[in-house]
């Protein structure tokens, strides 16, 4: 680690010097001399994330570290395995793609009972690093969000709010990402579309749920945006193959990309599903009027959702079809309830996201996944513009790698591909639409397994994937369908919010439990 | 003062970038921005016009996607046997192979197994 540690130590000291942030040294678990099970693992293989690329030969090896976690009174031992799983065809047994996937497990605890979920995140193109790191994994990068202050590159510490006390966890890269990669004679891009994704990731986790003797191991999925969108489709497709799955969390859903108004040209669809957290926006500012306090925030939310439903969305629709104007009484609600002025919502009535991050707060540009970012200047409209995801990207960049050799024993000549530019080539079509719908795929889970349990977890700051479009998606599913929805102050990645994150890993303890029966 | 984000990514950025240029392993590359979701502008041109589908009309999605698969499996008579819809991946009917055959005739129809999955549903409630 000698050749990366010199230039780091220079820029952190660089960093300190000249803009007064501190770094905080992730590496290291400060465990003491690791147990003799401890395996490391140098993988010499080389890596690519090219859309041609392919490994000649599957690879099937991977780390294996002994870890202790503790959680105030109680103590966690647990291993995690770091390395590559070969998903196979199901017919033709054939190689489709070596996964690269960080596994912890609690040790000496009964398979049968012990639930397994897979966490990943979406892009379509991105790694799970995001989740892995920021999320509900034993050890987290400390962000601070929604404030800019904290010290970066983000220090990694315990993870009070890991999910391990309740469920094995398993981080799994997308072909293309992180260490994936397809196995030849395919190459990443032919698993870069809706249905060959769901259809390798149902794949891995056969693969992995046979090699590890999980079969009577309750199965979960957890997906973030896009990773919504693949847990619909990887849930109808596991349970079509005979794999029951207990629980399905939505992270930030994006089900329905028709639906979604920034997705879609935006003439077709209004921008009804957003609404509501234009007014969480200026609710945070201190914008909106009235300034809901924290407890009113849920019932100010509902009057908004309705504003939105019954008066905004007909409007939009009589505008598009007719051209008929909005009432100077609507534009003086929808300005009291999002901060945004009357003569903004006349001179752009259908909404956009993208105005409203550069609008709302003079001389500011607003993240789009978590619009508490703040930052000076007026950028053009931009969704690359996001000052809420490029100012954690580099943290979690520089971290992975580290994390992974430090930590967890795998090295690799590779770097790790956070995000691939799959998404620009990506076959978004499904089900005969050039743009996918996945509400049918949930369905189709539920009507094979009638007990599934799907949990949603929205952050009222999101402008990525907005709550009340993920709440009319869901509707869609009718009240027969078990899907419980819970929503936060926080970002589209809310589970960096240190006063979120404890709110949903309780709900979430709480899912796993009636999930489970018990 | 409270330091410039902008500039603070930036500098982040340069290190990283310093860093990779010394040894790979240890930095992530970063392709495209993280923009989760997109989709390029000109498949934005082609998305769904009109309410999506719920009730009767998302049941006979869920049919359709259900029955395609099915019938890819079954012969021609469209009646599957456990060892075709093991062969096919179908492990679902696999598995409750048993309780869809009512007849023990050792095929199952469509509406076999629709019967099979509207009881199961049943009973769950």
Same mark, same amino acid.
């Given at each position: 680690m000698l050749r990366a540690f010199l230039p780091r130590t220079a820029c952190l000291a660089a960093a300190l010097f000249l803009s007064a942030c501190g770094g905080s040294g992730g590496g290291g678990n400060g465990a003491g001399s690791p147990p003799p099970q401890t395996q490391a693992y140098t993988d010499p293989t080389v890596y690519s994330s090219a859309a041609t690329a392919s490994l000649a030969q599957p690879v099937d090896t991977a780390s294996v570290t002994h870890h202790t976690l503790t959680l105030g009174a109680s103590t966690l031992h647990y291993t995690a395995t770091a390395g590559h799983m070969t998903a196979t065809a199901p017919v033709s047994g054939l190689a489709e793609a070596s996964f690269f996937y960080v596994a912890y497990t609690l040790d000496g605890a009964a398979p049968a009972s012990r639930p397994v979920t897979f966490f990943y995140n979406g892009g379509p193109g991105s790694a799970s690093a995001w989740l892995h790191l920021g999320s509900y994994g034993p050890r987290r990068l &400390?962000?601070?969000? %929604?404030? /800019? +202050? &904290? %010290? &970066?590159p983000f220090p990694l510490v315990d993870n009070a709010e890991t999910l391990l006390d309740v469920s094995d966890l398993v981080f799994v890269d997308a072909v293309g990402s992180g260490y994936s990669e397809a196995v030849a004679p395919n190459t990443n891009r032919t698993f870069w579309g809706v249905d060959a994704d769901g259809a390798v990731f149902r794949d891995f986790v056969v693969r992995y749920v046979a090699a590890n003797q999980r079969q009577a191991s309750p199965r979960f999925l957890f997906g973030e945006s896009y990773g919504t969108t693949r847990s619909a489709v990887l849930a109808d497709l596991l349970e079509s193959a005979g794999v029951e799955v207990s629980g399905v969390v939505l992270q *930030? &859903?994006? /089900? +329905? #990309?028709?639906?979604n108004c920034a997705l879609v040209a935006r003439i077709t669809q209004p921008c009804t599903g957003y609404v509501p957290s234009y007014a969480a926006t200026a609710a945070w500012y201190g914008l909106s009027q009235p300034v809901p306090s924290a407890d009113a925030l849920p019932g100010f939310l509902d009057d908004a959702r309705a504003l939105a439903r019954d008066r905004f969305d007909p409007a939009v629709r009589a505008q598009m079809s007719s051209g008929t104007p909005p009432d100077a009484a609507l534009l003086s609600q929808l300005s009291a309830f999002t901060g945004m002025p009357p003569a903004k919502w006349q001179a752009q009535f259908n909404m956009t996201p993208d105005f409203v991050r550069m609008n =709302?707060? *003079? $001389?500011s540009t607003l993240g789009r996944y978590d619009t508490r970012v703040s930052v000076p200047g007026t950028a053009p409209p931009s969704g690359d513009d996001d000052p809420s995801s490029y100012l954690i990207t580099p943290s979690f960049a520089f971290r992975i790698g580290e994390y992974l050799a430090n930590e967890l024993g795998y090295t690799t000549p590779t770097s790790y591909t956070l995000l691939s530019n799959a998404i620009q080539t990506w076959n978004f079509s499904h089900d005969g639409r050039p743009l996918p719908d996945t509400v049918p795929d949930l369905a189709a889970a539920f009507t094979q397994n009638p007990r599934l349990k799907v949990l949603v977890f929205d952050g009222y700051d999101d402008l990525a994937t907005p709550f009340f479009t993920t709440e009319r998606d869901l509707a869609r599913l009718g009240t027969g369908a078990d899907v419980q929805v819970k929503s936060y102050? $926080? $970002?589209?990645? =809310? #589970? =960096?919010?240190d006063a979120a994150r404890p709110l949903a890993k309780a709900d979430l303890a709480a899912f796993y439990r009636r999930a489970l029966g018990s | 003062m409270a330091p410039d984000p902008m500039a603070r990514a930036l500098l982040l950025a340069a290190c990283l970038a310093l860093a990779g240029s010394a040894a790979a392993a240890g930095t992530a590359s970063v392709e495209v921005p993280m923009r989760d979701p997109w989709v390029p502008p000109e498949l934005a041109k082609q998305a769904r016009v009109g309410a999506p589908s719920s009730g009767a009309e998302l049941q006979a999605e869920v049919d359709r996607k259900l029955r395609g698969r099915f019938e890819a499996a079954a012969g021609p008579q469209g009646l599957l046997t456990r060892d075709a819809a093991r062969a096919a991946g179908l492990g679902f009917i696999d598995r409750h192979f048993e309780a869809i055959d009512r007849r023990h005739a050792g095929r199952v129809s469509y509406e076999d197994y629709r019967q099979f999955l509207r009881s199961r549903a049943a009973t769950a409630r």
């Open positions: &400390a962000t601070g969000m %929604p404030r /800019l +202050d &904290a %010290p &970066a *930030s &859903a994006v /089900l +329905d #990309y028709n639906s =709302l707060v *003079s $001389g102050v $926080g $970002g589209h990645m =809310l #589970y =960096l919010d | -």
